[in-house]
């Protein structure tokens, strides 16, 4: 079975904090997903990876950096949080170039006070 | 702009058929792709359909038309356990790289 694993299940920081999201999955898969998710909003893509140092943005990926050091594992950065980054956030990973079935981690619920 | 288009909510009751219809209007298409999320999980992957027509899995099935930019999740014998959020989601590109492009998800409800 696929797993992809996530740091933290539920986090609280303050405002203006350096917040760390990490994800790692066990199944050398290629691409890697940083998503939010919010009520009536549906995913929003943040950043993805399809290949290690590799990332490319997505749809909103302002207020936001990533890593990815190694194949299993790429970390989402919320280099000064504020208070509109309150959300859940996915991390999603996926083989092949299709990348059209993609296995998700159980999410990060991040809240900014 | 790229979007996707699903219905918000629906409801339907035990043992019932329902169908949730998917409409796309993106760059390219190379493959229409649904997930099921229940409350406080995470998405899973349902189907897939890069070529038109009818892809049966059990009690579920999804359906393309690319002519028409349109797809549906049909769910047949509905079951409480469906109860979730469905996402129809885009691959609008057939390289290296490609990320997907999701629809705000449409919740279904089924009662007793």
């Known amino acids: 079975d696929v797993k992809v694993t996530q740091s933290s299940r539920y986090l609280v920081k303050r405002t203006g904090e350096k917040v760390f999201l990490e994800c790692v999955q066990d199944?050398?898969?290629?691409?890697m997903f940083w998503y939010r998710q919010d009520p009536g909003l549906g995913l929003r893509l943040i950043y993805f990876s399809y290949d290690v140092k590799m990332k490319e943005k997505g749809d909103i990926p302002e207020g936001y950096s990533v890593s990815r050091e190694k194949k299993e594992r790429f970390s989402l950065i919320l280099e000064s949080a504020s208070t509109n980054q309150t959300s859940m956030y996915l991390c999603?990973?996926?083989?092949?170039?299709?990348?059209?079935?993609?296995?998700f981690g159980p999410g990060t619920r991040l809240t900014v006070t | 702009g790229q979007s996707l288009e699903q219905p918000s909510e629906v409801t339907a009751v035990e043992g019932a058929i329902v169908q949730i219809n998917c409409t796309y209007q993106?760059?390219?298409?190379?493959?229409l792709s649904w997930y099921q999320q229940h409350d406080g999980g995470a998405p899973t992957f349902l189907s897939y359909?890069?070529?038109?027509g009818l892809e049966e899995t059990g009690r579920f099935s999804s359906f393309l038309s690319r002519s028409d930019s349109y797809g549906y999740l049909l769910l047949q014998e509905l079951q409480m356990k469906d109860s979730a959020s469905y996402f129809c989601?885009?691959?609008?590109?057939?390289?290296?790289?490609?990320?997907?492009?999701f629809g705000k998800g449409t919740t279904l409800s089924v009662s007793s």
């Open positions: 359909n890069a070529l038109d």
């Open positions: 199944m050398d898969h290629e691409n």
């Open positions: 989601a885009v691959r609008d590109r057939d390289q290296a790289g490609t990320a997907l492009i």
């Open positions: 993106t760059s390219g298409f190379y493959g």
């Open positions: 999603a990973s996926s083989t092949g170039p299709s990348a059209y079935e993609q296995y």
